[in-house]
């Protein structure tokens, strides 16, 4: 009993990292039809700016949270407005190629800059176990959970409730129309990479909370399954995002629980696989029809 | 009332969606549809389509901007597949089909927006359109056996017979996608040609062209009709176009057929000039 | 008239190209034989012949139908351990080798087969993600199928070794012969024009009739079963297996080629895949910026020229000497080479 609880809790702690990258890669997809494959990176730079911050420079943790977060936050807008935006017409498939090769550039760069080897990045931030009934729960997983659920309702009230989400919504209903209503489209794009990117800093701080290293590769699995939650959630669905997220999560937690955790990429390719067969647009997807 | 608030035309039974020209009476129209209908989610774009056209007739379909009248071709080529209703091609119920198979058994097809092949050349396109005339298999194209140059051979002598329906073959080796506009529209004529329809369906072809284009539009499609035997079916705004070569037209309003007849009828008809014009005043 | 001037007639435009590259072949494999050209260079040159396969390939499934497989890597994967399971079962015969290939590309095309039907029904980044998650599913399967059936198949992480070494110079460069030439000749046809109506524009393609199910899958499986082949000869050219030298990193390296080439363009294809290999061979010092360089090309070639550096040109033999010709016989004049093309048009017509 202990153990399916205790799996249970580790399967939502990296499940909430999961749909928080998850969001970002629903929020970039639902705006501008890019699957951004370098989201999964910009976790990776978050988790170097941290461990630069706190090892190298030795300045507090906190610093190093809220740098990281910036640092993540700025580096999307800067992919978005250097690589993505000179793109806004050409077609989707040189997209998508450009997000691979700028995924793979931040990749080979931290490679050449800091060594193949992972770098340990030391607890950002401690707190006292929680005991529910008789139960420990890690206080980090309990504010991954935590953080993540507040991050998902802040952001529906963004899109559904502010002027900036309505200008979001009308951006990926129509770009050239929401351009004609005088919706700054190139800011609206920016804002969307902006709060995807942040979400991902929040997401590589609790992440190297769970797992305290800083590696080339790490963003690339982690980016992958996140997206696999995000397609498994519904493409361009916030609430999908989270609960493709937690099912993700839930699923490694099982798989490991069981004694097979060298399958759990597999497990998780073949839930993408299975979904993406039998219902593409994923649990809260819409379907889109090709004007004929 | 103004022009912007009219009530919505009165649907009453349409008058004569089967007429066809005389000398088609005979035979077995082409096409027969009944009762086609489609709903998106709670939207019914077309109800109650009904329609009869004879194996050599030019029709006509017209109606204002939002009538429904694409939806109809799109039907026609299981583009969507009906919510109810029956097409009948040939005398055969083609209910189960999809456009490929649509296709085969003799209805070709133009789209409104024009979707070339840009990037290939125009012969490409053509042959593209000939795909299933051709009947060499995969082997004999690795392997170059005779078939295939003999196959080859006589379908590009085709696309060439075919382009020069339109004085067209001498662009042969340009790339579609560099056509001018109207040239852009006969070719994608020419490549439905090329399937060998017994039905076309044009999507407005002749939006976008001049005067001068127009009217020799309106020949080139007398004169496909009169070569190939077909019958042919097309939307159009240009009433000059519709009215000058259309046998029977039908008109689309609200999704329904409100009449089909000669263009004589059709001009006379009230119900007709009521949903173009909106209906008369009293005051008036 | 705009029309293309064919001089030399059809059949014999095959026949030079056939003759040509019999030479090309003739003449490298006695340098290699008779050691001017050293082991380890035929080595490096096996690996060109190797990546050429792998980029022509892809170029099908992405160039030609439009699709972005990130699973191509996968393919490979599946025929090369085919390949080496066949070659270190039946070592020494002198038909194993052909044989093995042949196994591991007809394996890689079952499996095209198999995750095509589903993948080709999702557009474009699905279609892609899905053809990426197949790949990283092989790679977990390879490396830890010997647990769950109990005996040694691909050693998983360990690798798999003493392959027997057997790829030739010669055996791999008539593969990128038949690669290249089927793969023209199936382009060159109606199925070919089929599965460029598709990438061009799928419903169009639908309306003339064409099967578009039927050719999207010809047009993955052609791309899988060359896949397999070339992996077939990588693991005769390497000697041991590991599922690693398989992954997502792979993919990208063969799509690289592609998309640098042009795609669309198997020329361009044919030509970065051979310089993209030859390339770090020969900068050794340069090998640690390779991916850092890769990745950047990738980015500023889709910026600043989507189509590739080739676009969708197709260098041909013939088609210079076509040219060459006309400016021998009408080179006396200014204008006189134009006189000859409309003169010639008459027979030239095949």
């Known amino acids: 009993m202990s153990l399916v609880f205790s799996q249970l809790i580790n399967g939502l702690q990296s499940g909430s990292i999961y749909a928080l990258i998850a969001i970002g890669y629903s929020m970039v997809y639902g705006i501008i039809l890019l699957l951004n494959f370098a989201h999964g990176d910009i976790i990776m730079v978050g988790a170097y700016v941290a461990w630069l911050v706190v090892v190298n420079l030795s300045l507090p943790p906190a610093l190093a949270i809220a740098l990281a977060i910036i640092a993540c936050t700025l580096l999307g807008v800067v992919i978005e407005k250097v690589a993505y935006s000179p793109l806004r017409k050409a077609p989707r498939l040189s997209l998508l190629i450009t997000a691979i090769g700028i995924s793979f ?26 005991d529910i009934g008789g139960q420990h729960i890690g206080f980090t997983a309990v504010l991954t959970i935590i953080v993540s659920v507040v991050a998902m309702i802040g952001l529906t009230f963004l ?25 700054n489209v190139n800011s609206t794009i920016s804002f969307t990479f902006a709060v995807g990117s942040a979400l991902a800093g929040i997401g590589s701080v609790l992440y190297s909370c769970a797992y305290p290293q ?71 997807g819409k379907k889109i029809n090709e004007k004929v | 009332m103004s022009r912007f608030q009219r009530e919505p035309v009165k649907l009453v039974p349409v008058p004569s969606p089967n007429f066809i020209p005389e000398r088609d009476v005979d035979k077995t129209p082409i096409l027969e549809v009944s009762h086609l209908g489609i709903d998106f989610g709670g ?29 109809v071709f799109n039907l026609l080529t299981k583009v969507y597949q009906p919510t109810r209703g029956t097409i009948m091609l040939d005398g055969r119920d083609t209910a189960g089909m999809n456009t490929i198979q649509v296709n085969k058994l003799g209805i070709a097809r133009t789209f409104q927006n024009i979707r070339l092949f840009k990037a ?87 939006a976008g062209m001049n005067p001068s284009e127009t009217t020799e539009l309106m020949e080139n499609i007398q004169k496909i009709r009169d070569t190939f035997k077909i019958a042919i079916m097309l939307i159009e705004h240009d009433m000059s176009l519709v009215m000058g070569i259309c046998e029977g037209i039908g008109v689309l309003n609200y999704g329904k057929v409100i009449a089909k007849g000669t263009p004589e009828d059709i001009q006379s008809n009230p119900q007709v000039i009521e949903a173009y014009l909106g209906k008369k005043k009293e005051a008036n | 008239m705009i029309k293309k001037s064919t001089i030399i007639p059809m059949p014999l435009r095959y026949l030079i190209n056939i003759v040509l590259f019999a030479a090309f072949l003739f003449v490298m494999n006695t340098l290699i034989t008779g ?67 042949l196994a591991g590309g007809l394996v890689a095309a079952l499996f095209g087969i198999l995750i095509g039907i589903p993948a080709l029904k999702l557009k474009g980044d699905y279609l892609a993600i899905l053809t990426l998650g197949f790949g990283q599913i092989i790679m977990v399967v390879l490396l830890n ?34 690669t290249c030439f089927v793969i023209h000749t199936i382009m060159k046809s109606r199925h070919g024009r089929a599965i460029l109506s598709i990438r061009e524009n799928e419903i169009a393609a639908e309306s003339c009739g064409i099967n578009t199910t039927y050719y999207k899958t010809l047009g993955f499986v052609v791309s899988a079963f060359f896949a397999g082949v070339a992996g077939g000869l990588y693991a005769g050219n390497i000697g041991i297996l590991n599922p690693s030298a398989f992954g997502f990193m792979k993919s990208i390296e063969i799509l690289v080629m592609v998309v640098l080439g042009g795609m669309g363009s198997m020329f361009g294809s044919v030509l970065s895949g051979g310089v993209l290999t030859a390339l770090p061979e020969l900068l ?67």
């Open chain 3, 145 to 178: 199928i010997d647990d769950v059936l109990g005996f040694k198949l691909t050693r998983g992480a360990a690798g798999l070794q003493k392959i027997p070494k057997t790829t030739t110079f010669l055996i791999t460069f008539i593969c990128v012969g038949i």
């Open chain 1, 159 to 183: 899109i559904r409730k502010t002027k900036m989400g309505k200008a979001m919504r009308a951006v990926s209903e129509d770009m050239g129309t929401a351009q004609l209503m005088g919706i």
């Open chain 3, 284 to 350: 050794r010092d340069f090998d640690k910026y390779r991916m850092v360089v890769y990745s950047l090309v990738l980015v500023v070639v889709m910026i600043f020229k989507p189509t590739g550096l080739m676009g969708t040109y197709d260098f041909s033999l013939n088609g210079l000497l076509d040219k060459l010709i006309l400016r021998l016989k009408g080179g006396k004049g200014d204008g006189g080479g134009k006189a000859v093309l409309v003169e010639k048009e008459g027979k030239a017509n095949e």
């Open chain 2, 43 to 71: 939207l019914t774009a077309v109800d109650d389509f009904n329609m009869a056209i004879g194996r050599t007739e030019i029709a006509g379909l017209i109606g204002p901007n939002g009538a429904g009248k694409t939806t």
């Open chain 1, 214 to 284: 800083a590696a080339p590769t790490m963003g690339s699995m982690l980016g992958l399954k996140a997206f696999v939650a995000a397609v498994l959630g519904g493409i361009g669905s916030i609430p999908g995002a989270m609960i493709g997220g937690f099912a993700i999560g839930i699923a490694e937690a099982i798989v490991s629980a069981i004694g097979l955790s060298v399958w759990k990429d597999g497990v998780v390719f073949a839930i993408l696989i299975i979904v993406l067969i039998f219902k593409p647009t994923g649990i809260m």
């Open chain 2, 120 to 206: 290939l050349s125009v012969m490409d396109n053509v042959l593209i359109g000939l795909h299933n005339e051709m009947d060499y298999h995969l082997p004999s194209a690795v392997f170059r056996f005779p078939s295939y140059w003999r196959s080859e051979k006589i379908a590009k002598g085709r696309a060439l017979e075919l382009l020069s329906i339109f004085d067209m073959q001498d662009l042969a080796d340009a790339k579609a996608g560099s056509l001018p506009y109207g040239a852009q529209r006969r070719l994608e004529i020419v490549r439905a040609l090329g399937t060998n329809p017994s039905l076309l369906l044009l999507d407005e072809p002749a």
């Open chain 1, 105 to 130: 550039l931040l990749e080979n760069l931290a490679q050449l800059k800091f060594g193949a080897g992972a770098k340990n990045v030391p607890a950002l931030i401690t707190g006292p176990a929680l």
């Open chain 3, 35 to 101: 050691g001017t050209i050293s082991k380890y260079y035929s080595g490096v040159i096996s690996s060109i012949g190797i990546s050429i396969i792998l980029a022509v390939s892809l170029n099908m499934a992405t160039g030609y139908l439009g699709q972005l497989p990130l699973g191509h890597a996968g393919f490979m994967a599946v025929g090369a351990y085919t390949s080496a399971l066949i070659m270190k079962a039946a070592a020494g015969s002198l038909i194993t080798f052909p044989l093995a290939l």
